[in-house]
């Protein structure tokens, strides 16, 4: 019922800032927990922050606590990753996810829809 579209990852310096976007599909965008993942060549996919339907409920990775605002807009049905002060280690694939607002917890085996991803390259 939902489909992920990610966007605005490129290639930057450490230190530069970029903001993610994820634009969604589905009248019952609202209905989920949102997230942002990420997965580094040769490694497992991690999470990186997820919120809940009414913004309220927010919670970050320690990597990127600081760096990182996650934040939605139910009525455009987008999700948005800010990253400020990017370091070479935040180099990876980012995928926005849909997570069901009845699950316990947000995790890979507990996302029902996934986006394609979007690379992000920090150089040094």
């Known amino acids: 019922q939902v489909q992920l579209v990610e966007s605005g990852g490129r290639l930057v310096q450490a230190g530069a800032s970029l903001r993610l976007s994820c634009a969604a599909s589905g009248r019952t965008f609202s209905s989920y927990t949102m997230a942002w993942f990420r997965q580094a060549p040769g490694k497992e996919r991690e999470f990186v922050a997820r919120?809940?339907?009414?913004?309220?409920?927010?919670e970050y990775a320690d990597s990127v606590k600081g760096r990182c605002t996650i934040s939605r807009y139910n009525a455009e049905n987008t999700v948005y990753l800010q990253m400020n002060n990017l370091k070479p280690e935040d180099t990876a694939l980012y995928y926005c996810?849909?997570?069901?607002?009845?699950?316990?917890?947000?995790?890979?085996?507990?996302?029902?829809?996934w986006g394609p991803g979007t690379q992000v390259t920090v150089s040094s």
């Open positions: 996810a849909a997570v069901p607002r009845c699950e316990v917890k947000v995790k890979v085996s507990t996302v029902s829809a």
């Open positions: 919120i809940s339907q009414s913004g309220l409920s927010i």
